[in-house]
């Protein structure tokens, strides 16, 4: 899709102990699997919020990093800094944090989609929460998001303040899965599952990996494409992609080598 992919990795990560944006993630990071997750979905810039001084972990091929601006006033001000950075460069874009490695393509696209004529943000609420980052913005917000943060004194500011004053869609459980695609692929909703204590990081490596099938051999589970082994050229749902052996794999993908 024509969207920009942002992904917020300046949080502090209290309740983790260590930056989740480093967790390993089936050979790579949890932050690089995101990243190349959105990038494999829309065809716009890809941006990563980090925060002032922070040292990321590698990241996928073409990735941009800025800074958020004001570190410990919420994620409201990082939503703002990657909207602008994107803002000109694509009409739409997908914002989220970090830490959801069961995001998938097609909940990615359903909430892109919703962004139409007269609707400024596609606001989730899946699962019985709220979810601003699995969420799509128009990234000419990032001048309300500044007026807003001028307008309030020090201290965090939730996305909340950004909604009350714009047109927002909201998407709850019913809405996402009357979508064939997210109710094929992501029947749960698990796209907007985060990890942010140990016991939940252990518990989200511990699932197997999704099922892709690979022509000529049948279905198997893999996370990444070097999971697969792969030769020569590869083939990715009928589209040509690198050799990047990091590359998210996810349900329903279907892969073809030479």
Not at 106 to 135: E, I, M
Not at 187 to 203: I, W
Request: net charge neutral; proline share 10%.
């Amino acid at each position: 899709m024509h969207a920009a992919g942002v992904v917020l990795a300046g949080g502090r990560s209290s309740r983790m102990g260590t930056a989740k944006a480093a967790l390993e993630w089936h050979g790579s990071t949890m932050l690089y699997r995101t990243v190349a997750l959105l990038g494999r979905t829309v065809d716009g810039p890809l941006v990563v919020v980090a925060s002032p001084g922070q040292v990321l972990p590698p990241l996928p091929a073409g990735a941009e990093v800025v800074a958020d601006p004001v570190e410990g006033r919420g994620p409201l001000v990082g939503i703002g800094a990657g909207l602008a950075a994107v803002a000109g460069r694509a009409p739409v874009a997908f914002v989220c944090s970090t830490d959801m490695p069961f995001l998938h393509p097609a909940f990615v696209r359903r909430v892109l989609s919703a962004v139409r004529p007269g609707v400024d943000v596609a606001l989730p609420h899946a699962r019985g929460f709220r979810q601003p980052l699995a969420a799509a913005y128009r990234p000419d917000l990032a001048a309300l998001v500044r007026a807003i943060l001028e307008e309030h004194p020090p201290g965090k500011l939730g996305p909340g303040l950004l909604f009350a004053r714009c047109a927002v869609a909201r998407l709850d459980d019913a809405a996402l899965l009357a979508d064939a695609d997210v109710a094929r692929l992501d029947p749960d909703l698990d796209s907007v599952l985060n990890v942010n204590t140990p016991d939940e990081y252990t518990a989200a490596r511990a699932r197997q990996a999704a099922v892709v099938r690979v022509e000529g051999i049948g279905p198997v589970r893999a996370a990444t494409l070097g999971e697969l082994h792969p030769t020569g050229p590869v083939t990715l749902n009928g589209g040509p992609v690198g050799t990047d052996p990091y590359l998210p794999m996810v349900a329903g993908d279907t892969v073809r080598f030479g």
